[in-house]
């Protein structure tokens, strides 16, 4: 005769008051009115006359929008020898072309460093993580000599092949592949004769869908808020934030509409892919 086998049902209390839950999310709201308060501002100013604009102190609203300010934005730079076509353009290929590279070119360096066993990859990862603490101006004298031979000065090379190069992303992925692609899946794919690429490329890329994202999200909008390099002076290779610096001393209300159109594109990316650049965060992980 079967035993029955007794399972009791354990209910999972958590130790802390309704009024700490109701503190704790009255402090993070008022933390991201905080946080939101200079983006709301910039927002503000981009609608706002040039009448209010002068009000002292500054008004958190706006009495009477208008969008001239944004008619005034491309019209300054309509105004001016390269048309504003140009600007968004070299915005949005030196983006493309640098979250495209720099996705990639990690992805792969991440799944090697993570599951190819070979001599002195230990010692290449904790190199990788100790570059995390250098700032990139220390390397600005070498970098400068290496354009210089490399003949990318005033080029859309210097703005794209050194975003290749983003280490953070690198780390982020090489901790998600570890923490959710096994050795086992990895090992059962090669006795069945997957080659590497096609390991990288059909199994770890989805199952590691949250890292990649995150990594394209991160480096585009941080490629795409970039100033004007230092090493490019032709004005038809300079990006949009270099127009809209060009005009900010021109008009206030100019340069806030740029800023709100610059910004605007990395927030709509950023808000379609939140839930994943969270799970990204909380996986990454600093287990080492």
Same mark, same amino acid.
């Given at each position: 005769?079967?035993?029955?086998?007794?399972?009791?049902?354990?209910?999972?209390?958590? %130790?802390?008051? @309704? *009024?700490?839950?109701?503190?704790?999310?009255?402090?993070?709201?008022? #933390?991201? =009115?905080?946080?939101?308060?200079?983006?709301?501002?910039?927002?503000?100013? $981009?609608?706002?006359?040039?009448?209010?604009?002068?009000?002292?102190?500054?008004? #958190?609203?706006?009495?009477?929008?208008?969008?001239?300010?944004?008619?005034?934005?491309?019209?300054?730079? %309509?105004?001016?020898?390269?048309?504003?076509?140009?600007?968004?353009?070299?915005?949005? =290929?030196?983006?493309?072309?640098?979250?495209?590279?720099?996705?990639?070119?990690?992805?792969?360096?991440?799944?090697?460093?993570?599951?190819?066993?070979?001599?002195?990859?230990? &010692?290449?990862? @904790?190199?990788?993580?100790?570059?995390?603490?250098?700032?990139?101006?220390?390397? *600005?004298?070498? %970098?400068?000599?290496?354009?210089? $031979?490399? @003949?990318?000065?005033?080029?859309?090379?210097?703005?794209? &092949?050194? &975003?290749?190069? +983003?280490?953070? *992303?690198?780390?982020?992925?090489?901790?998600?592949?570890?923490?959710?692609? !096994?050795?086992?899946?990895?090992?059962?794919?090669?006795?069945?004769?997957?080659?590497? #690429?096609?390991?990288?490329?059909?199994?770890?890329?989805?199952?590691? @869908?949250?890292?990649?994202?995150? #990594?394209?999200?991160?480096?585009?909008?941080?490629?795409?808020?970039?100033?004007? +390099? *230092?090493?490019?002076? !032709?004005?038809?290779?300079?990006?949009?934030?270099?127009?809209?610096?060009?005009?900010?001393?021109?008009?206030?209300?100019?340069?806030?509409?740029?800023?709100?159109?610059?910004?605007?594109?990395?927030? =709509?990316?950023?808000?379609?892919?939140?839930?994943?650049?969270?799970?990204?965060?909380?996986?990454?992980?600093?287990?080492?």
């Amino acid at each position: 005769m079967a035993r029955k086998i007794r399972v009791r049902n354990h209910r999972v209390v958590l %130790n802390r008051s @309704k *009024g700490g839950d109701a503190g704790i999310t009255i402090f993070l709201i008022l #933390l991201g =009115i905080v946080m939101f308060l200079p983006m709301w501002y910039l927002i503000i100013t $981009a609608l706002k006359p040039l009448g209010e604009r002068n009000i002292t102190p500054p008004l #958190l609203y706006v009495m009477k929008p208008t969008w001239q300010n944004f008619i005034d934005l491309f019209t300054n730079m %309509n105004s001016t020898w390269v048309p504003v076509s140009r600007y968004l353009f070299n915005t949005i =290929i030196i983006s493309v072309a640098a979250t495209f590279g720099c996705l990639v070119l990690g992805s792969l360096t991440a799944y090697a460093l993570s599951k190819i066993k070979f001599p002195g990859r230990v &010692v290449i990862f @904790k190199l990788i993580q100790y570059s995390l603490m250098i700032s990139s101006t220390v390397a *600005g004298i070498t %970098n400068f000599f290496i354009f210089v $031979a490399l @003949k990318w000065l005033n080029t859309y090379w210097i703005s794209i &092949v050194p &975003v290749w190069a +983003s280490t953070l *992303g690198l780390y982020l992925m090489k901790q998600f592949i570890d923490t959710n692609v !096994s050795d086992e899946m990895i090992e059962a794919a090669r006795i069945d004769g997957a080659g590497e #690429l096609r390991i990288y490329w059909q199994i770890v890329m989805p199952l590691v @869908k949250p890292a990649w994202l995150t #990594l394209l999200v991160t480096t585009f909008q941080s490629v795409w808020n970039a100033g004007a +390099s *230092g090493y490019v002076w !032709s004005e038809q290779l300079k990006t949009f934030n270099t127009a809209i610096a060009n005009i900010s001393t021109v008009s206030v209300g100019a340069s806030s509409a740029g800023s709100v159109v610059m910004m605007s594109v990395p927030i =709509i990316i950023f808000i379609i892919n939140q839930a994943k650049i969270v799970e990204t965060m909380g996986s990454s992980g600093m287990k080492d």
